[in-house]
């Protein structure tokens, strides 16, 4: 992620493509490109190198700038102050937009519209007991699907619920905190979606947490850093 920590050209200079296909296939079969933001490059060198290795390529973008390189996965995360290209609308396999607010699924609508698919939607709910974490409170997703407004959503289709924990060394209160979200979803899940099916997913869990987020019922995890080794900045 494009996080301050990055910034510092001199602590990350450029590296060669060869070195950086080298590293990349010695992780994984399947390498994502994430940001900053990665169609700000041309993407074609490296993804021709890559797919000669016989990996299979995936990108997160904000398709805000000329789609390049050759993708099996594209993850379009839109903002609202620079839209994507029709390009990267046309080719992009998913939507990601974090809901904060009403106004919000309005511009997800909008976004799914334009990928022409239903995207699957998670509600971010805020668990953790740090201000640098974001999502509704209990109350206000209470409120917001209360209120009704989502049920004439067409292209958006809420699949579930994440959170994140916070970042201590404190056990039980990760415990806490994901059990909490646990017994929300539950909630409304009898409130609000009994008969759909698709609601279903928790999404809580990181590399130092998962175990507490699998035991209190977490569907999706992520779990990169277990898998790549931890970020050096």
Known sequence: CDVKESW???LHPPTEIEKIVENAKRESNVIVITGGEPL????????????????KVHMETSGAYPLSGTWDWITLSPKKTKLPTQTVYDNAHELKVIIFNKHDFIFAEEQAAKVNRCIPCLLQIHIAQ?????????????????????????NISISGVMGMATNTNDEEQIKKEFQSLSDFFNEIKQEFFSDN??????SMGMSDDYPFAIEAGSTLIRVGSKIFGERIY
Do not use: H, V
Not at 131 to 154: S, V
Not at 197 to 202: D, L, T
């Open 8 to 10: 510092n050209a001199e």
């Open 40 to 55: 700000t490059w041309d993407m074609g060198p490296l993804t021709t190198q890559l797919k000669e290795q016989n990996l």
């Open 130 to 154: 740090e201000e640098t974490k974001f999502g509704f409170t209990f109350d206000e997703c209470r409120e917001m699907l209360g209120q009704g407004e989502w049920k004439n959503l067409t």
């Open 197 to 202: 099916e698709s609601f279903k997913e928790i």
